[in-house]
């Protein structure tokens, strides 16, 4: 069958190419209100990095906050653990 690969942190860098081209797999018509909608609660100008639900955040910098925040020893550990899975979506 058919299938839309999706990454989190293409979703965040480039939100709205990203639900452009899904929305293009989908076979949905592009709605101005949603993107107008993205560019709202995507894009915080105070990079506010926010929770996963909240509006008004700083998709970018929340995609990657797992970076500043977990320690090398937890990083290590999922590296390892999820070592195939990274290989196989090339991570």
Excluded: D
């Amino acid at each position: 069958g058919n299938f839309y690969m999706l990454r989190y942190e293409e979703l965040s860098n480039r939100t709205e190419e990203t639900v452009r081209k899904l929305y293009n797999f989908l076979g949905i018509n592009h709605s101005e209100e949603v993107f107008g909608w993205i560019k709202e609660n995507t894009k915080n100008p105070n990079n506010v990095v926010g929770g996963m639900s909240t509006t008004g955040r700083n998709s970018i910098a929340l995609a990657y906050r797992w970076q500043n925040e977990l320690t090398t020893k937890e990083k290590t550990l999922i590296s390892n653990v999820c070592q195939e899975t990274l290989k196989v979506y090339n991570y």
